[in-house]
């Protein structure tokens, strides 16, 4: 028996799904030679085999999806509602639908082929084509033949699930601003080449050999002409932000490059004109095409991920709606008004604050209060906008619209009226801008007044012109762009994304980080098990064993895991009541699993933990204690950010993990039981007392304080998935790392700072020359490209090595 | 000289045709997705038998 045990457990182990690859557990059901993890990922299969479909193994082994179990029959039937389909259709006729769907679960070249094979699972698809860096799925189908629900439904049976959030629409127009970044670099970059082409006679002055004036005069007019799309078309963006900083009386980082670029043209079109040179068309051309390059790199963003969602994309399309003649409707929920009868069905999210009319209420509240507990509700309680139903289906009549209910108030504190523009104006780079461009213009008035005093007009004009356009700023801002550009990307790459390059900055300057406890030091879906009980009976534990692995109960999942290498005996009048336990007959005696009430154990009903009771022929043994575990890694972490910050904890739980949590937080650095409004409250007043704050949250019941925070962090498990609005979005796997990836944000604003120090000395080197009027063309058409190639190498290759140094 | 002016005209129509591919490239969609199309074009046009899937009937019985 002994011998035989680590065998059984290397089978076990080996064992992998045909269809996921995920190792099988105790529950393998085999087909054929096929082995499979669960009932699930068989049922992919048999879709699969049954339309010949197969070829999905093929193309990459076992990397199938398998289905989520939460979905359930009818989820999409709200896709039939003309109003719904109206949002999200972007091109409907008689015959066609076009529909752009978003699958996060798609991850590797089985799934595209499977997705554009769809026409085999539904005949009523014309064509569907997937988009992979998006996750998403453009179909094609005919609404005569099938529809939207259905397709859905089916796509969600193979383990695709499209996530349909009205909140989401928008994401076309940002698109559409991608491509036009991509035209204007490639009109600034066929610009800058032909004009640097044309500019070589006049760097070797060729052109100004006796009888070649014709051929100069040509080079000159063609270069003016290549010019034109690049100051009228490339450079809009700075114009039409530097001027609109100028409206609102502030400086911004676009407008010394709009005034550059400008002064730069008119000065040459004065020179070709008067016939007093060749002009700078190559210099000005070269600018707008690196700033565009650096700009690009900078907010090269992740397509798939959002960093700006609201309860929208958490809350359903559409709700079942009861009318008063006992039928149901579908109707989408920004309608649903006061006095309205909705049914909510199991894992269905209640949309509007409610009272309870009918059935058994088992409300989920984790993602608002973080409590991970169901909590229970009876009749005429108050059912709050964002709990999600576990059970049977309820009914509910309305007390609040959507806008108006308890949770979505919360977007309605002036938190998340904060926007960008601010971000830039306090951002590092734009204020030491603001110095460079005030004491440019000083000189430059200086030099001006200077030479009117002089009484040479002439010079002066030259003078004005020659300090704004060899004292651009435009390398001191390419050292920024490519230096957060190249930190955006190296974060990316370890787990943590940043919504765009401000939030280095927030980050490197944070002092004081709030953590979130369930989901964001806790892991979600791993709980550490304990028996609290005298010790099991070796005969119990099989008994025990067979009741729970009867089950897919996540809790009878973790008990059947915690017995080793035993063999399941047959369970006799097996029952499983959804919500409370099991029970059945083991060995001739009655076995129960389950909480305290179906035990019928009498209790305060106050416990701190998760707890499945165990009774054997009615003699209660113990019961079984459920603990988020903690995130692999964490103390490591607490330890090193302790040096640095100082840390606190808001939960929403009771304060049972209080004991657990003291070797990591002060004592009165943990607050328990907080709502989201105490929890943005909390968040600042700690910044009224002068601190800058990082919180750190997952869940919908941090989104106010993630808003409110300097810079929020939402851990997730899967970064595609819903994660609330925040600034940046960490994988929870790298958690650990957190504490170098804020070291890396702090290098990166010193590398900047470097360059800057770098590109000022250039420009003083470049002024003394330009003013002494020693700067041969061709020295300064070959310097530009230098020192901007030089400079972008330098905070490249230096904010990669110090990457290395943090071990990223 | 004047081959010289000729010469230049070419260079610039030469020039000009590829940006306009390119402009007319994005404009297209060709990089809103680069990384789909060289996974599809791997994918073969028919779908052959798979001889490892079990057969219908052994899949019948089992149901």
């Known amino acids: ?808 | 000289m004047s081959a010289l002016f000729i010469l230049i005209i070419i260079s610039m129509l030469v020039a000009g045709s590829f940006l306009f591919l390119f402009l007319h490239a994005v404009k297209k969609g060709q990089y809103d997705d680069t990384y789909t199309p060289s996974v599809r074009m791997l994918f073969d046009d028919s779908t052959p038998a798979d001889p490892t899937t079990p057969s219908q009937e052994t899949l019948n019985t089992k149901n």
């Open chain 1, 1 to 808: 028996m002994i011998t035989s045990q680590p065998g059984q457990k290397q089978t076990s182990t080996n064992l992998h799904c045909y269809h996921c690859g995920e190792p099988c557990k105790e529950t393998t059901i085999h087909l054929e030679e096929k082995a499979f993890c669960c009932d699930g990922c068989k049922l992919v299969f048999e879709i699969l085999y049954e339309n010949n479909l197969c070829t999905y193994y093929d193309v990459a082994k076992s990397s199938g999806n398998s289905p989520d179990s939460s979905v359930y029959v009818g989820k999409f039937t709200y896709l039939k509602q003309p109003e719904v389909l109206k949002q999200l259709l972007h091109f409907s006729s008689e015959s066609q639908h076009h529909i752009k769907l978003f699958v996060p679960r798609i991850h590797c070249s089985s799934c595209i082929w499977l997705l554009e094979n769809l026409q085999k699972l539904d005949g009523g698809v014309i064509s569907s084509s997937v988009n992979f860096p998006r996750r998403e799925v453009n179909i094609v189908y005919n609404p005569a033949q099938t529809d939207l629900s259905k397709i859905a439904a089916r796509m969600a049976s193979i383990g695709y699930e499209p996530h349909i959030s009205l909140g989401d629409i928008d994401k076309i127009q940002r698109r559409k601003a991608v491509r036009g970044q991509w035209l204007k670099i490639g009109v600034a970059g066929f610009c800058f080449g032909n004009i640097m082409m044309m500019s070589f006679p006049e760097y070797f002055s060729i052109g100004s050999l006796a009888g070649q004036e014709s051929l100069q005069q040509t080079f000159i007019w063609l270069n003016f002409a290549l010019a034109l799309p690049v100051l009228f078309y490339s450079a809009q963006e700075f114009f039409v932000s530097g001027w609109t900083a100028l409206r609102n009386k502030h400086l911004n980082i676009d407008l010394p490059i709009a005034a550059a670029v400008l002064m730069t043209f008119l000065r040459s079109v004065y020179e070709i004109t008067s016939g007093t040179g060749a002009g700078y068309f190559d210099s000005m051309a070269g600018i707008v095409f690196f700033m565009l390059i650096g700009r690009a790199f900078q907010s090269r963003t992740y397509e798939t991920l959002s960093f700006d969602r609201d309860y929208k994309s958490y809350f359903p399309v559409a709700v079942s709606i009861l009318k008063p003649d006992g039928t149901e409707d579908q109707i989408t929920v920004s309608d649903l008004k006061k006095g309205m009868r909705m049914r909510i069905r199991n894992q269905e999210v209640v949309p509007a604050d409610a009272i309870l009319l009918r059935g058994d209420a088992r409300i989920d509240y984790s993602f608002v209060t973080g409590e991970s507990d169901p909590e229970k509700k009876l009749l005429g309680d108050i059912v709050y906008a964002g709990g999600r139903q576990t059970g049977a289906s309820i009914e509910l009549e309305i007390v609040k619209p959507v806008k108006y209910s308890y949770l979505t108030q919360l977007w309605n504190h002036a938190a998340f009226r904060k926007d960008d523009a601010e971000a830039e104006q306090a951002s590092m780079v734009n204020k030491i801008n603001q110095y460079f461009t005030v004491g440019i213009f000083v000189i430059a008035s200086i030099a001006a007044f200077y030479w009117w005093n002089a009484g040479e007009n002439a010079r002066m004009m030259d003078a004005v012109t020659t300090i704004l356009i060899v004292a651009c700023p435009c390398i001191l801002l390419l050292a920024a762009t490519f230096t957060n550009g190249n930190v955006l990307s190296i974060l990316g790459k370890n787990g943590l994304y940043l919504k765009n390059a401000f939030v280095i900055e927030k980050l490197a300057g944070a002092n004081a980080i709030v953590f979130d406890k369930t989901g964001t030091i806790t892991l979600n879906s791993q709980a550490a098990i304990r028996f609290v009980g005298e010790q099991l009976p070796e005969k119990y534990r099989q008994s025990i064993y067979s009741l729970a692995i009867q089950s897919t109960h996540p809790l009878s999942l973790l008990i059947s895991a915690s017995f080793k290498g035993l063999q399941a005996k047959i369970v006799k009048e097996f029952c499983d009541v959804t919500g409370s336990g099991l029970k059945g007959e083991v060995d001739g005696k009655a076995v129960q699993l389950g909480s305290a009430s179906f035990l019928g154990i009498k209790t305060v009903n106050l416990f701190s933990d998760t707890r499945v009771y165990v009774s054997v022929d009615e003699e209660i043994l113990g019961y079984y204690s459920f603990d988020h575990a903690l995130r692999p890694g964490l103390a490591n972490l607490i330890s090193k950010l302790k040096q640095r910050f100082s840390l606190f904890l808001l939960s929403g739980d009771k304060e049972n993990d209080k004991d657990r949590l003291r070797s990591f937080f002060a004592e009165d650095a943990m607050q328990f039981r907080q709502q989201p409004d105490d929890k943005l409250q909390f968040i600042s007043n700690l910044q009224q007392s002068g601190n800058k704050v990082l919180m750190v949250g997952d869940g919908l019941n941090d989104a106010g304080a993630l808003r409110q925070s300097d810079a929020g962090i939402a851990v997730s498990d899967n970064v595609n998935n819903f994660s609330p609005a925040c600034d940046a979005i960490l994988d929870g796997k790298v958690l650990p790392k957190l504490a170098s990836m804020l070291q890396y944000c702090r290098d990166g604003k010193r590398v900047i700072a470097v360059s800057f120090a770098l590109s000022l000395l250039y420009n003083f080197v470049g002024l003394y020359f330009s003013v002494r009027g020693e700067l041969e063309p061709v020295v300064a058409a070959i310097l530009m490209p230098v020192t901007s190639i030089s400079i972008v190498s330098f905070a490249t290759i230096t904010s990669s090595l110090m990457a290395r140094r943090r071990g990223l």
